[in-house]
């Protein structure tokens, strides 16, 4: 009976011991969890500060080319220069215009387009034939059925200084149904022009 009694006893210690940890550690993961979210908040905020983007994103353009919808969803400016290597956060002398592109072929069709070699020419007299292929996102080509591509595209401004006295760009680039191959498809140009609207 003794033997019983002390059993029962020990089991209950047990299980108190092993419910007071599982409390411990609750208490721990909830104040471990605070100070992540806290660390993400102030990490979240030095990114915005440290950001050398401006941002419009009322500049904005769609058309849905026979099932490929194309849109411009914003531009960005900068005089200060991102590096030339997407990872490398450091920045460097220069000026640039970027836009963030997206692409959805709704068709069982292919389509081929370039908007990630298009010409920008800028309010302040510049024309750029080719975006900066190191910074830029490869989105063009052709694009099969059902694909969907975003990405941004990045131009480096010869006058550096003079991305800030931009109002408004023109991007110049073709479209075409079919494969990159297919030359005697029909083409359709596109030379956009957007203000830039904060």
């Known amino acids: 009976m003794k033997k019983k009694v002390l059993s ?36 979240d905020s030095k990114e915005k500060q440290d950001d050398i983007w401006t941002y419009y994103e009322g500049s904005k353009w769609a058309e849905d080319y026979k099932g490929l919808n194309q849109e411009i969803l914003k531009v960005v400016i900068t005089d200060k220069g991102p ?79 003079t991305a800030k006295d931009i109002t408004w760009i023109k991007l110049k680039w073709s479209t075409r149904e079919g494969t990159e191959n297919k030359f005697d498809s029909e083409t359709q140009d596109y030379e956009i022009k957007l203000d830039l609207i904060k």
């Open 83 to 161: 590096s030339k290597d997407k990872d490398n956060k450091d920045t460097k002398d220069g000026s640039y215009v970027g836009i963030k592109f997206k692409l959805d072929n709704t068709t069982k069709d292919k389509f081929t387009t370039y908007p990630d070699q298009a010409v920008l020419v800028t309010s302040t007299g510049e024309q750029i034939e080719m975006p900066s292929m190191f910074l830029s996102d490869h989105i063009g080509g052709e694009i099969d059925e059902g694909v969907k591509k975003e990405g941004n595209i990045i131009w480096e401004l010869k006058n550096k200084g």
């Open 8 to 43: 029962i006893i020990l089991t209950g210690i047990l299980v108190l011991s092993f419910v007071g940890c599982t409390k411990t550690e609750s208490k721990a993961d909830g104040k471990n969890q605070k100070l992540a979210s806290e660390n993400k908040s102030e990490s």
